[in-house]
Structure formats: C-alpha cells, structure tokens
C-alpha cells in the first residue's frame, strides 16, 4: 500500500482566502505530481517536480504554486481562492525510473 | 494535451456478468499505456502498465489487451463482483501521464 497522504480531505472556504494544500509521501520518491480533476472529467496535470528545488508547470495553466523544499513534502498553495478553483487535487509520487504514480487520496475544495 | 478517450462513461452490470470497456489513445510515438481503478472515498490504485503491442495483462477477474497501432486497449472484468464497482481510469504515457475521463463502472448485486 502506498504512503502518501494529503490533507485536508475536504476543506470549504471564502473567496480571497490563502490555502495552503498538504502532499506528503514517506516512501523517498523523487518525483511528486499534483492534478486536478473536476467532476466526470480527466485529471490534468497542474504541477510535478523531479525532486529538491525542482518545479515544473504541468499541462492545464494554473493560478496555484508549489514547493518542494523537502523530497517528501510537495504543498500546493493558492493566494487568493476564488470559485473556479472549486475542484477535487489529487497528488501523486512515482520513484526515479519508474512510470506508475501512487496517488493520494485527493482533497475537495470549494470555494463559495 | 493528449487526447485519450474512454467509452462508454458509465455501465451498469448485474453481478456474475461479465464486461468491457475501451481506451482510445494517440497511436504514434507510443511508450506505455496504464490502467487504475478508482473507488470512492479511496486513491486511484494502479492496475496494469502495458508496454508492447498484443500485451495482455491479468489480475484477478480483471484483464487488459493492447493494440498500439490502432491505438486502443480493452478492460475486461469476468463474472463482475460488488467490490468492482469503481471508476477505471486509463492514462497514455508519454514522460507524463495523460488520463482519459474514465469509465465508471456500478455493479448490482
């Protein structure tokens, strides 16, 4: 079972507030990915990073930031939450040479 | 953005039958295909990685074949049970991995 774990699960929050989304892996991957996906749709890549101090924009444009301070450690971060930010994000990791990704569970934002 | 297609979106099957679905992908400048089940409440999981045309994979109930030149892979899950009742999500790998919408996939007992 993969160790990966993202918090909060659900959060709800006003329009102009700074969230900060948790992504932590205990199993030393390299390389760590954030999605999002809204409801029937695909998951889009927003954000993933090849290790320490690496950043990297993913497909879909996103207003959100990320950090990689520390290999187990990817927090996304948006600075002023609006309403079409309202969408499920989903974090993964995969090792160096591998191709599969172990996900974690995701976390609902809404914001009214 | 790649474009992969999942079809149908959704499929209801009565416990015992057996199903399939497909995933349709660019054909050209294929490196790997993968497949995850998806449950509520739970993370996506990874089912199979193909890599080679005519692969077939199986786990379980569940078993997947790949046509790299058509650009198409089948999910098929035999005499369906409660528990595979989740979204399977399939994902064309090219240095990332680009998903398709999924198929969801209910079944009844």
């Not at chain 1, 320490?52 to 990817?74: A, M, Q, W």
Request: proline fraction near 5%; charged fraction near 20%.
């Amino acid at each position: 079972e993969a160790d990966i774990y993202q918090t909060p699960r659900y959060l709800v929050i006003g329009t102009g507030k700074k969230i900060t989304l948790e992504c932590s892996q205990t199993m030393g991957h390299d390389k760590m990915y954030w999605y999002q996906q809204d409801p029937g749709m695909e998951l889009h890549l927003i954000h993933y990073s090849y290790g320490v101090n690496s950043t990297e924009k993913g497909d879909l444009s996103s207003e959100s930031t990320v950090s990689r301070i520390r290999t187990e450690h990817f927090p996304l971060t948006l600075e002023s939450a609006r309403p079409s930010h309202t969408s499920q994000y989903l974090c993964a990791s995969s090792p160096q040479g591998a191709d599969t990704q172990y996900f974690g569970p995701g976390t609902r934002l809404t914001v009214l | 953005i790649l474009n992969v297609e999942q079809s149908p979106q959704s499929l209801h099957v009565q416990e015992g039958d057996s199903t399939n679905f497909t995933c349709s992908f660019p054909s050209s400048n294929f490196y790997a295909l993968h497949w995850y089940r998806w449950e509520t409440a739970k993370s996506p999981e990874a089912l199979f990685v193909m890599t080679l045309n005519g692969d077939e994979k199986k786990k379980g109930r569940i078993s997947a074949t790949l046509n790299t030149k058509e650009g198409y892979s089948y999910l098929y899950i035999k005499g369906s049970q409660p528990e595979d009742s989740a979204t399977y999500l399939c994902a064309f790998y090219d240095y990332k991995l680009s998903f398709g919408a999924g198929t969801t996939v209910t079944v009844r007992a």
